[in-house]
């Protein structure tokens, strides 16, 4: 029963193992994150070519549903700046400057978005979380960070600063900086506050108290001293519940919208996606990418119904959340009905709360998602993948978040195809007293008469077949070339130990045909030892059974070589390795 309940619903699964040392924590959590809430909400909502108030419908309702379908105990759903630009760009030009019309193709779009997210959740396409690896992580998160922080720079110094491009909002800063239209008040209560924080984060140990401190002292300094029309302010918030507001639809709209909720579902996903498993390994948890998507879909689709439009998890507000010590999804809730109550009971409390506080809590609590040693771990241990990182990095923060995680994705495959093109291989002999074949390049490990052992860490396809078919030949030439210098018997059996061997494809199905033809031609047997049977069954497949009969597999090296020699071995058996009747121990079968 529990186990179902944790696949259907999530959040109910959490609150039937509530803890009550959770409570405070998630309330406090709660009540911070809606300082946040309200003012990202109706920002991203104007930025979506919206009315102010929908991007309050668009927070509180899929907080609510993903606290009870969503898998991720920590994510905070929202408006994000990454759908905006898509969301105007789709719904201005059907709405013809109609505001109501508007609303009503944003919550489409949204239905749409959560229709085609549940489905792929349905379908198990979640597995699209196990391509962003790391080093893709470590990159985005960077990356996204920097973009936070440089849209908050505007509000902390108190201008305003346009531009749909990272480049035009960074040349837009530096020229209103040059252009001293920094304003002094906004600029001290911002670097204030951020003082105020991070004293509370690093030094009090309270990184929750400190955000709700700082944007409280803001709020009272405003409105004691009359502020608010000095300096920029959030403003009141509307009144009213969220509604449904689909009113004035027709199908046409659903085609029109078709492209555009492709698009948004992608990024919603990716950005979600990368961000749920981020926080999640941070807070030593594991979510299905399958599950998350469904999650995500409700959330959507149950916002789009009441007025809201697209969202996606929140770079900004989910580290606010952390901070300030959520510890489950009832911190949503939470401030999904702090936000609900403000618009209800005081919707003039924002009038006083300065812009400036605000990006100061935003900008501390997406600094918290910078990770500079993890990525100079990366070089330290791994420049691959630090370069694939810095990709990622480079590609989020110039081009866009979906693009940058693609690009990166694909140099992943890239990258992986390079290693397994390029595996480790090695010839194998015996070392006296240790169980089994090793490497003779690593060990004091001595030839067998008339064998030639091989290994090949890879499965074969078509990039690295050339290359293991040009490994087996120098290595068995090299064999044959000791073997009459030494004055030892001339190789007859060549031994595959192919238990790293995984798959093989046509392409290296025809290497292996030329090997065996090559060694054939110089009076040799080739034999495969440790198979696997799923990979041994390539050749039935293949029709291959009558070239390779069973006599040229054998169940592991070890009794590849005793049948070969006619005998065990015992030179290099022990206590350890033979039994007390001579058997070796080491005749198992292989895996499959």
Same mark, same amino acid.
């Given at each position: ?47 979506? +070519? ?63 978005? +959560? ?112 502020? +608010? ?7 009141? @918030? ?54 998350? @998507? ?48 403000? @618009? ?168 292996i045909l030329t090997l065996d033809t090559y060694l054939s031609a110089r009076g040799m047997k080739l034999i495969f030892a440790e198979m696997k049977g799923p990979v041994r069954d390539h050749f039935a497949n293949y029709e291959l059974v009558q070239r390779f009969p069973p006599d040229r597999f ?39």
């Amino acid at each position: 029963m529990q186990r179902a309940v944790r696949a259907v619903l999530p959040g109910v699964h959490t609150a039937m193992g509530y803890q009550r040392a959770w409570l405070w924590s998630d309330l406090r959590a709660g009540v911070v994150l809606s300082a946040l809430l309200i003012p990202a909400g109706m920002g991203y909502a104007v930025a979506s +070519g919206l009315p102010a108030y929908t991007g309050l419908y668009a927070t509180i309702v899929p907080l609510i549903a993903y606290a009870i379908f969503g898998p991720s105990r920590i994510l905070v759903l929202g408006p994000d700046s990454s759908l905006a630009p898509i969301i105007a760009a789709a719904i201005i030009p059907l709405a013809v400057g109609d505001s109501d019309h508007a609303v009503a193709l944003a919550g489409l779009l949204a239905i749409m978005v +959560g229709i085609l997210l549940f489905v792929g959740g349905l379908l198990r396409l979640g597995f699209l979380t196990s391509l962003l690896s790391k080093p893709i992580q470590i990159g985005y998160l960077n990356a996204i960070a920097l973009i936070v922080l440089v849209s908050q720079i505007p509000g902390l110094l108190g201008f305003s600063s346009s531009g749909a491009a990272l480049a035009e909002r960074v040349t837009g800063i530096v020229r209103a900086v040059t252009n001293g239209e920094v304003q002094v008040i906004p600029a001290l209560i911002g670097f204030g506050s951020i003082l105020v924080m991070l004293f509370f984060k690093w030094v009090i140990r309270q990184a929750g108290l400190g955000i709700l401190l700082a944007v409280l002292v803001a709020s009272v300094i405003t409105a004691v001293w009359q502020l +608010g029309g000095v300096i920029p302010v959030v403003g009141p @918030m509307p009144g009213g519940l969220p509604t449904p507001a689909l009113g004035g639809l027709a199908w046409g709209d659903v085609g029109m919208l078709v492209a555009p909720a492709l698009g948004l579902a992608l990024i919603a996903f990716a950005d979600t996606s990368v961000l749920s498993r981020t926080m999640a390994a941070r807070r030593g948890e594991s979510v299905d990418g399958s599950r998350e @998507m469904i999650g995500l879909g409700i959330a959507n689709a149950a916002g789009g119904a009441f007025g809201g439009f697209p969202i996606s998890a929140s770079t900004s507000r989910t580290p606010v959340a952390e901070q300030a010590g959520s510890k489950t999804q009832f911190t949503g809730v939470v401030g999904a009905v702090a936000v609900l109550l403000f @618009m209800l009971v005081v919707p003039g409390v924002t009038a006083y709360l300065p812009n400036a506080a605000l990006a100061a809590v935003v900008i501390v609590a997406a600094s918290s998602l910078i990770d500079v040693p993890a990525y100079v771990r990366l070089w330290r241990n791994d420049p691959p993948e630090a370069v694939l990182s810095s990709f990622a990095f480079v590609g989020v923060f110039l081009v866009g978040v979906l693009e940058g995680i693609v690009l990166a994705i694909v140099l992943s495959f890239v990258a992986m195809a390079w290693r397994v093109s390029r595996p480790y291989r090695a010839e194998l002999g015996h070392v006296r007293g240790l169980r089994g074949y090793h490497d003779v390049t690593r060990h004091e490990a001595e030839r067998i008469d008339g064998v030639v052992i091989a290994r090949f860490d890879a499965p074969l396809f078509f990039a690295n077949a050339s290359l293991f078919t040009d490994f087996m030949r120098r290595t068995v030439d090299a064999a044959v070339n000791a073997a009459a210098l030494e004055g030892r018997p001339a190789i007859e059996t060549v031994i595959l130990a192919s238990e790293p061997i995984t798959d093989i494809d046509s392409t290296a199905m025809d290497e292996i045909l030329t090997l065996d033809t090559y060694l054939s031609a110089r009076g040799m047997k080739l034999i495969f030892a440790e198979m696997k049977g799923p990979v041994r069954d390539h050749f039935a497949n293949y029709e291959l059974v009558q070239r390779f009969p069973p006599d040229r597999f054998a169940p592991t090296v070890g009794a590849a070589v005793d049948a070969i020699t006619g005998q065990l071995r015992t030179d290099i058996a022990g206590p350890d390795v033979l039994g007390t009747d001579g058997s070796d121990r080491d005749r198992r079968l292989p895996e499959g």
